[in-house]
């Protein structure tokens, strides 16, 4: 027990040592308490040799009992032995991948991520002597072309931004073990609720918890789950670099978290009723949904993600600046937001936002023309969905 509060002592000492300590046990609320606290106390050096043998909670940055809720949750999530909670999805990406590859490394990495992701690689990693080749995991030849004696890392997502194309992630994970290299995957846009990348052969998992996973677009936030092996190489690089995730955002996500599955399989069931809508409809040109017999990987899908197909989907308008803002205002469900994954539909516009770094030529070369629009499914009820999709549409191209 600490000492502290005496009322012998000052007001102005008080006033630091009342209320210090909770005075009456505070085991199993029913809800989870958040614990903004930067440091916990220790009562003399055996009980601080105690902390550190027991792994339990000194500073912050090391470890944080809302963070170890949240990273309790992730690695069952997605079926790992360990998980880190990080700062944000970039937090995330860029500490595993820096914790696992050192100069003189190649990565082999799809060509379709989040952009951001791609300027890791290309505007950090190759100043330190990592390089990386971008290609299309859906060719699985040119995987195997592009490999080297040095690629000591895979790098893709389940579902990729923005064309909602889907690797066999099997496959590459075996290719990467063959090549004594490891795979790790952002399943930022399906979530564990509806794919596990661990199960499919990836070593790490990394996701931006902002999206999907916490679902109210409150929090950002990120986790990296894998073997207990890597992990622990990645945390060591968190604790260095300072990349975890703070004690209120690991709560709110944690709280979003109990209704993932819910909401992931509602998003998933509106995305694909939209999917077909919208191919049906005459004033758009192109649908990309995995869960449509038109995508290229529909059956890759089928068999690695089961029932559920995500709630993300792109569209492909024509290239009409003036009919597509005549759109984005009709709608009244869906609007413009830089994110995804919450719980209203939003739409995004990747030449303005995650490619928007990319010149139009380069855009075109991996499919993404000036009317590609990037929607991500919310709750709402379906019918009512789809008919103010088609509605809005009716508006701006009839
Ligand atoms: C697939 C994917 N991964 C990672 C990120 C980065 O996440 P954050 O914004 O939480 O850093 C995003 C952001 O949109 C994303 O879409």
Same mark, same amino acid.
């Given at each position: ?11 102005? /000492? +008080? ?34 040799? %105690? ?13 944080? *009992?809302?963070?170890?809720? &949240? ?12 998980? =880190? ?78 064309? !909602? ?14 090549? +004594? ?9 399906? /979530?564990?609720?509806?794919?596990? *990348?661990?199960? =499919? ?60 599955? &819910? ?6 069931? +509106? ?6 809508? &919208? ?10 949904? *995995? ?10 899908? %089928? ?21 597509? +803002? ?6 009244? =469900? ?16 990747? *030449? ?26 919310? !709750? ?19």
């Amino acid at each position: 027990m600490l000492n502290g509060f005496n009322k012998d002592f000052a007001f102005e /000492t +008080n006033i630091l040592e009342a209320g210090a300590y909770f005075n009456a046990p505070t085991t199993n609320p029913e809800a989870l308490p958040i614990h903004m606290s930067t440091a916990h106390n220790v009562e003399d050096l055996d009980d601080l040799q %105690k902390r550190y043998d027991e792994k339990g909670f000194c500073y912050n940055r090391n470890r944080n *009992p809302n963070r170890g809720a &949240l990273i309790d949750m992730m690695t069952y999530i997605e079926a790992g032995e360990a998980s =880190l909670g990080c700062s944000s999805g970039m937090a995330a990406i860029s500490t595993a991948i820096i914790a696992n590859t050192k100069a003189g490394d190649h990565v082999l990495s799809d060509k379709t991520l989040y952009g951001e992701t791609i300027e890791i690689f290309t505007k950090i990693l190759n100043r330190y002597g990592v390089e990386a080749t971008f290609v299309d995991f859906t060719n699985m030849d040119e995987v195997k072309a592009n490999m080297k004696p040095n690629t000591v890392m895979f790098y893709t997502e389940t579902v990729a931004n923005p064309l !909602i194309t889907v690797p066999d992630l099997k496959a590459i994970s075996d290719l990467a073990h063959a090549n +004594n290299a490891i795979l790790v995957v952002d399943n930022t846009f399906m /979530t564990g609720a509806l794919a596990k *990348p661990l199960t =499919l052969g990836a070593d790490l998992v990394v996701n931006s918890l902002t999206k999907f996973a916490n679902g109210h677009s409150d929090a950002v936030c990120g986790s990296i789950t894998g073997s207990a092996e890597l992990v622990a190489k990645c945390h060591e690089m968190q604790v260095l670099l300072g990349t975890q995730a703070d004690p209120f955002s690991s709560w709110l996500v944690c709280r979003g978290l109990r209704t993932l599955d &819910l909401r992931v399989k509602k998003q998933a069931e +509106n995305a694909a009723a939209l999917a077909v809508a &919208l191919e049906k409809s005459p004033y758009v040109l192109k649908v990309y949904h *995995p869960s449509l017999e038109s995508h290229p990987q529909h059956e890759l899908a %089928k068999a690695q993600f089961g029932n559920y197909f995500g709630g993300m989907l792109s569209m492909e308008l024509p290239e009409d600046r003036e009919k597509m +803002n005549k759109f984005m205002r009709a709608m009244h =469900l869906c609007h413009y937001a830089m994110t995804l994954g919450g719980y209203r539909t939003s739409m995004a516009y990747p *030449p303005m936002s995650s490619h928007s770094d990319m010149t139009k030529e380069e855009r075109m070369a991996i499919g993404i023309s000036d009317g590609l629009l990037r929607i991500s499914c919310g !709750i709402e009820n379906t019918e009512d969905l789809v008919n103010d999709f088609l509605q809005a549409l009716e508006v701006a191209y009839k």
